[in-house]
């Protein structure tokens, strides 16, 4: 995390000085007017406050002002531009002992890094305004910050998160072993992928709402004939994520069984979109419960199946959410979360 330290006096930069130490386990940069006593390294030195400010919104994580809170949201105001973007904004007092997260509290990260200095700083108190912070209420969002989902239709999380704190009902689409994962179920309904609405949280890497929806990762499990090459593995590759409205950055890793460990186009798939590539053995696979398609490789190899055992193996809640689909009579691709 990069983090620009704003003073604007002499007793700002004190604090600001006092501060640092506080803050080794990140990049940080402090900013101040010349002619000022320090005992820093360096010192950014600049004129006005505008002419800082617009370069840091975009080349800073979080932003920590020592100055007063209404000069601080005047000069932001300008620049705000959307919450999935926007960086933390922190203001903190000359003692060092009041802090408060004002902009960009979950997605940004103000209300987590404020949680740390208030945690280091002696006395220091956090003043967080987030409703479903003090009523220690699910906030989604930071369920995906978290956990590294995608995220859209964001501009519907508001209504999602006053039904919550309002202690009503929300159904959220997803997959059994996704929803027993979320350890705050309080007004939450499993639901299926048909029973959307406007009040409905979507989680799933393929089922596309106007719903707010949070993308997981998914893994890919691939089986193979001996020898199948590059370009027909890829033309399967492409259509596969085509079907599914996939992306390549959508996929966590590709997975197979062991004896593809040298298969050539396997190998050069994964290299060539840069793909982690992980092999499970005939024992792994096996030791699945869970019931998979009819494969060829329970004939050659013993083995339940290749893509979708693969898959499951490889995942994070093992839950396969797309059985397998051949291409071409020579590739198989299953998917799991």
């Known amino acids: 995390m990069k983090i620009a330290i704003v003073t604007i006096n002499q007793p700002s930069l004190n604090s600001a000085c006092n501060l640092v130490p506080y ?3 990140y990049e940080v940069d402090v900013y101040g007017k010349k002619d000022l006593k320090h005992n820093l390294k360096e010192l950014k030195i600049y004129n006005k406050l505008d002419d800082i400010l617009t370069p840091a919104w975009k080349s800073y994580n979080a932003i920590i002002c020592i ?20 960086p933390a904004v922190i203001v903190i007092n000359l003692a060092l002992d009041k802090v408060v997260p004002l902009l960009s509290g979950h997605l940004g990260g103000a209300n987590r890094l404020a949680d740390i200095l208030a945690s280091n700083l002696p006395n220091c108190i956090n003043f967080i305004s987030t409703a479903t912070d003090q009523t220690k209420t699910l ?8 956990r590294g989902w995608h995220i859209e239709n964001l501009k519907a999380l508001a209504k999602i998160s006053n039904r919550l704190l309002n202690k009503q009902n929300v159904k959220v689409a997803t997959y059994p072993r996704v929803f027993d994962s979320i350890s705050k179920k309080d007004n939450l309904e499993l639901v299926g992928f048909d029973s959307l609405d406007l009040d409905t949280v ?21 089986g193979c004939n001996r020898d199948t090459p590059l370009f027909e593995l890829e033309e399967a590759f492409k259509l596969f994520l085509d079907k599914y409205n996939l992306k ?9 069984f062991e004896a593809k460990k040298d298969e050539l186009g396997l190998l050069e798939l994964a290299q060539k979109y840069n793909l982690v590539i992980e092999f ?12 998979f398609s009819q494969s060829a490789s329970t004939k050659f190899f013993g083995l339940k199946g ?3 055992p693969s898959s499951v193996l490889a995942s994070e ?7 397998k689909e051949v291409y071409f009579k020579s590739v198989t691709i299953a998917v799991a979360i």
Do not use: H, W
């Open 23 to 25: 803050l080794q386990d």
């Open 67 to 86: 100055l007063a809170m209404g000069a601080v949201v005047r000069k932001i105001a300008p620049l705000l531009e959307d919450k999935s973007t926007d």
């Open 139 to 146: 906030a989604f969002e930071m369920l995906a910050k978290d």
């Open 202 to 222: 979507v989680i799933s890497p393929i089922v596309q709402s106007e719903c707010l929806t949070f993308r997981p990762k998914v893994y890919l499990g691939m």
């Open 248 to 256: 390549v950055e959508d996929i966590k890793s590709i997975s197979s």
């Open 280 to 291: 499970y053995n005939k024992k792994d696979i096996n030791s699945l419960e869970n019931s």
């Open 306 to 308: 290749v893509a979708e």
């Open 317 to 323: 809640y093992k839950e396969l959410i797309i059985k």
